[in-house]
């Protein structure tokens, strides 16, 4: 039961009602985001949260409205990965918590903080199936895709829900957690005194956790006895905000470092230790390496198999929040528990002055690589061709981004993807945001505006024509909210390529083909921002480079060559074959 000062509708004590201050569910909501330091919500109005969303808004804080909840879940995400606070989303019942939860799931695969609110109808009925509007039991749903859910019933409860919300989310290792509030907690009553002292202001939300002293001497001693040394900084090393010591770390060690995509610019690309461009090399030949903040999953081939040379010639080091992550694939020979900023700051202390230990045979090897590597790409980011092929059009961008490191860039697609994080370079930490560990199409324009809004600063994002249909109707939002975004659409006609047929010989189009030369820029038009057709290197620089330059919304349609793109961009093995395939 509930505390005694809450009531449903009549305030049960005897002081006359004038006399007494009430509060009720939707301010205490408020309160409580407000008392949290939360800015900002992002969702879709309607039933029951509408009025929720105009008090917010006369409260100040920032509510940012989407067309679709998986946009706005995302932009929420996205929030969380840049801030280190969990991102709100807020949604109306079933369907509107539905495509929210997308992002909810997404958001625990990747361990980004985010709260999906979601209203809900009334207990009672959704428990007795009795058909209410909108009626699902969300949080039965939600919970085995999240990494916490909880529901509130009652507004003395609203702080206390709130706190573990947010604990949930940033603790530990970051994720998405679901907050149902059913409808008739919105307008509980209560003594607005009670309710004030019911709030919690959540203390140290996300406490360091100190690794073992001896798990940072083993690592130590695992990596001082490596011939081939690698690093391998992840995501989780991006999301830490450890810039310094783990720069520090790896400059001090002199270990070659592979950057995951998310992690591109957490030490500059174009540093003399990065390895990126001789990936394949590192990940073949490194007999010790070193994960700060990544995990052995697909995106690493698992930690074995041909990409990581002989079978069991290499020892693994793993620097990661979650204990349960360590021997998940592969054998951790030193596995260091702890938050990252902790954890690198240890092993820095106890490095001592031998060091850098990586032998300079290895070291100048990987370097030869790399640049060896670098050259052969440079004569195809220099072709002026048009209709444009991939490498053309990125020649171009990756100037674009050199010249202003600050910018971010949000990348999704397959070809349009691979590509693009192979050639532009990232010069600082969590500036490239892309599709993460699911590998998913539609965070474009939900990154791009949740980015925006968090850091104010211009973004510019690279998005396969098939990718961007995902949240495209967003572009409305960009322009609604005014925010320095510039989107480039390769187009080039269809997912993959624009050339596949139809293998019946019938009159429809073939699966992964759209509509040829579609006019993706009449789309920003249509909402009175700019668009652009650029069909060569060149006028696509001159578009982007103007859209950078005065914040305007901006989209670009840069006409590729519908046969540029290979099947699945560079994971077109992970496709299953048919044993009767006709060579
Ligand atoms: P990538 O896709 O870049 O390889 P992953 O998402 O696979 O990265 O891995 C990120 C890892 O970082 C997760 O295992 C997560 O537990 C860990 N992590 C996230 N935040 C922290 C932190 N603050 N300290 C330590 N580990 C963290
Ligand atoms: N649906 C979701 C949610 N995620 C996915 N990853 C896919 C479908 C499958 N898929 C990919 O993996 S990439 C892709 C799809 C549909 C689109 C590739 O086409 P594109 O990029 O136009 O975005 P390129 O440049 O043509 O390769
Ligand atoms: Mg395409």
């Known amino acids: 039961m509930a505390d005694a000062a809450v009531q449903e509708k009549k305030p049960a004590t005897t002081a006359p009602e004038a006399e007494r201050e009430l509060t009720d569910g939707f301010h205490l909501i408020i309160d409580a985001l407000k008392l949290n330091g939360i800015k900002t919500i992002y969702g879709v109005p309607g039933i029951p949260i509408t009025d929720f969303g105009r008090m917010a808004q006369a409260a100040g804080i920032r509510v940012i409205s989407f067309r679709h909840e998986q946009n706005a879940g995302n932009a929420a995400a996205i929030a969380g990965y840049l801030t280190q606070k969990p991102g ?4 109306v019942s079933a369907p509107g918590f539905l495509n929210g939860l997308v992002a909810l799931a997404n958001a625990t695969t990747n361990c980004f903080p985010m709260i999906l609110i979601s209203g809900s109808s009334e207990r009672e009925v959704v428990d007795l199936q009795q058909g209410d509007y909108e009626e699902m039991d969300q949080l039965a749903i939600a919970k085995p895709l999240c990494k916490a859910a909880f529901r509130v ?28 509030l059913p409808a008739k907690l919105f307008g509980q009553v ?25 798990a940072v001497k083993r690592a130590l001693d695992v990596l001082k006895s490596a011939k081939r040394p690698l690093i391998i900084l992840g995501k989780g090393a991006a999301y830490a905000q450890a810039d310094d010591q783990i720069r520090a770390f790896v400059e001090k060690s002199g270990v070659p470092f592979l950057p995951m995509s998310m992690a591109k610019g957490l030490l500059p690309d174009t540093h003399p230790q990065c390895a990126g461009a001789a990936r394949s090399t590192v990940l073949k030949d490194a007999d010790v390496v070193m994960m700060i903040g990544a995990r052995l999953n697909w995106l690493l081939s698992h930690g074995k198999g041909k990409n ?57 090897a990987v370097s030869k690589k790399r640049e060896e590597n670098v050259a052969k790409m440079a004569p195809r980011l220099m072709n002026n061709a048009s209709p444009m092929d991939y490498h053309g059009a990125l020649g171009a961008l990756r100037t674009i981004v050199m010249e202003r490191p600050d910018a971010i860039l949000v990348n999704e697609g397959a070809n349009a993807l691979d590509l693009t994080r ?39 994002a690279i998005e396969g024509d098939s990718a961007f249909g995902f949240s495209g109707m967003e572009v409305e939002t960009i322009c609604r909210y005014k925010l320095p975004v510039c989107v480039v659409i390769f187009n080039n006609d269809g997912i993959y390529r624009g050339t596949d047929v139809n293998r019946g010989g019938g009159s429809d189009p073939a699966p992964t083909v759209f509509v040829k030369g579609s006019r993706y820029d009449k789309m920003m038009e249509a909402f009175g921002g700019v668009g652009v057709n650029a069909t060569s290197p060149d006028e696509l620089k001159r578009a982007v480079n103007e859209a950078m330059d005065s914040g305007k919304p901006t989209l670009i349609n840069a006409v590729l ?7 699945s961009g560079r994971i ?11 060579k």
Not at 88 to 91: A, E, G, M, R, S
Not at 161 to 174: D, E, N, Q, T
Not at 190 to 210: C, F, H, R, T, Y
Not at 443 to 454: F, T, V
Request: charged content about 20%; aromatic content about 4%.
């Open 422 to 460: 192979g050639v532009i370079d990232m010069y600082q930490p969590r500036k490239r945001l892309d599709v993460g560990t699911w590998g998913v199409m539609g965070i474009g324009m939900g990154y791009a505006i949740g980015a925006a809004i968090e850091t104010g600063k211009p973004v510019l």
């Open 308 to 364: 990581w040379g002989e079978p069991h010639s290499k020892k693994f080091i793993q620097v990661d929040i979650e204990p349960k992550e360590m021997d998940s694939n592969v054998e951790i020979v030193a596995p260091v528990v702890g938050d990252i900023g902790s954890c690198v700051s240890a092993l820095l202390e106890g490095m001592g002055a031998k060091w850098p230990v990586a032998p300079a045979d290895w070291t100048g």
């Open 572 to 582: 077109g093995n992970l496709n299953p074959q048919s044993a009767l395939k006709k």
């Open 88 to 91: 709100i989303c807020l949604t």
């Open 561 to 567: 060559d519908p046969a540029a793109g290979s099947e």
């Open 190 to 214: 209560m003594d607005a005194e009670a309710g004030q002292k019911s709030l919690v202001k959540v203390i140290d939300a996300a406490p360091a956790q100190i690794p073992a002293p001896a």
């Open 153 to 180: 019933l009652h507004a003395a409860d609203i702080g206390i829900g709130l706190a573990r919300a947010i604990r949930a989310a940033v603790s530990g290792r970051p994720g998405g957690v679901y907050l149902d």
